[in-house]
């Protein structure tokens, strides 16, 4: 019985130390190739306020190898946490990737120099106050026109160490303190899917792995994540591709008044009147290229509108009036018109002009 008991104890502690020991643990990848070391690169200004860094680290993939994910300002999930990076870990002849968190603090990381705030223990890039990020210029770069809440500590920077990227033998040998040991049994928060997919970008870049750079990354570290530098690229090409979209129908529609220019001339022959059109219309143009646009359409509307004096027949009517006037004139024959009234009256004045006589 004495025996019975012993082993359920045993079991029963082994039952409660084995998920403390995941969750320390939390290997998610294992191979048997230590990752290179981590290069040096300029950390860039951070570019929205309320970003946390997220340093740089060689990821690994099982067909290309080794690959760097470039550092990059990312946003916490919530406010009040910070970013534990990940690291790798040798154990039993494997080298296992231990996945970064969000927590209200900075757990173990390995003991990496990553630099940035991230010494290798604790965290020195700023602290949260007032539920606003206070960032450490000692130790981070940021766009003071944008980042305003800003101090500087020197006393948490180290310069120099290894740049081993892993923790083992051959690398970085350091244990969890005890404050380590707390913030890896809090509440955890997993990467958000901007980090996610911005860790899976930088697999599909050739230039990003270990066989192609040697260590030396095309892209060590960038201002946002990979999913949103892409994006502004692809609003930009937008407006290219919508324009090339609306050009092709305005050249379908040009199409065929070129095949109509080049048949004009064909239909106007027979026709005297259309080639002075088409004459005209060619000659428009010239005046536009010597810079004379106003005076040429202002000749040409002038004889457009010869019309108006050929409605002159109006007035015509009006001085044919005078003629009609004038028929019941000759007026000076008016007497010759009276010889013949008078003469009409001669048969009763006759004896009128006989007295003169």
């Known amino acids: 019985m004495k025996n019975l008991a012993k082993i359920l104890v ?7 130390a084995a998920p403390k020991t995941y969750a320390q643990v939390s290997v998610g990848l294992s191979v048997r190739l230590a990752p290179p070391p981590l290069p040096v690169y300029v950390q860039p200004e951070c ?5 946390l860094w997220q340093p740089g680290y060689w990821a690994y993939d099982d067909a290309d190898g080794y690959y760097w994910v470039p550092g990059v300002w990312v946003a916490p999930p919530d406010p009040g946490l910070l970013w534990t990076p990940c ?3 040798y154990d ?14 900075v757990g173990f990381y390995g003991g990496i120099n990553y630099g940035f705030g991230y010494s290798g223990i604790g965290f020195g890039g700023g602290v949260w106050a007032g539920g606003h990020f206070r960032y450490n210029t000692a130790v981070f770069n940021v766009n003071r026109t944008i980042v305003h809440n800003t101090y500087v500590d020197r006393t948490v920077v180290h310069t120099g160490g290894s740049r081993a990227a892993f923790n083992g033998p051959g690398g970085v040998s350091r244990q969890p303190t005890a404050g380590e040991r707390s913030a890896m049994s809090e509440h955890h928060v997993q990467p958000t899917h901007t980090q996610v997919a911005h860790q899976q970008m930088a697999a599909k870049d050739p230039a990003q792995h270990f066989a192609a750079n040697h260590g030396k990354p095309a892209t060590a570290a960038m201002a946002r994540p990979a999913e949103h530098a892409a994006a502004p690229a692809a609003r930009a090409n937008a407006p290219a591709a919508r324009n090339a979209e609306h050009a092709a129908p305005a050249a379908r529609a040009n199409a065929p ?3 109509n220019a080049e048949s004009r001339p064909a239909n106007a022959a027979p026709a005297a009147s259309r080639p002075q059109r088409t004459e005209q219309q060619h000659t428009q143009p010239q005046p536009r290229a010597a810079q004379q646009p106003r005076p040429a359409p202002q000749q040409q509307s002038r004889p457009a509108q010869q019309p108006r004096p050929e409605q002159q027949p109006r007035p015509a009517p009006q001085r044919q009036a005078p003629p009609q006037r004038q028929a019941p004139a000759p007026q000076p024959h008016a007497g010759g018109g009276g010889e013949p009234r ?3 009256g001669g048969e009763h004045g006759g004896g009128g002009r006989r007295p003169p006589m």
């Open 10 to 16: 045993l079991v029963a502690v082994i039952g409660f």
């Open 47 to 51: 570019p929205v306020d309320g970003y």
């Open 87 to 89: 690291y790798w870990g």
């Open 92 to 105: 039993g002849g494997i080298y296992g990737f231990h996945m970064g968190y969000w927590g209200p603090h």
């Open 257 to 259: 008044a070129a095949h």
């Open 342 to 344: 008078g003469g009409g």
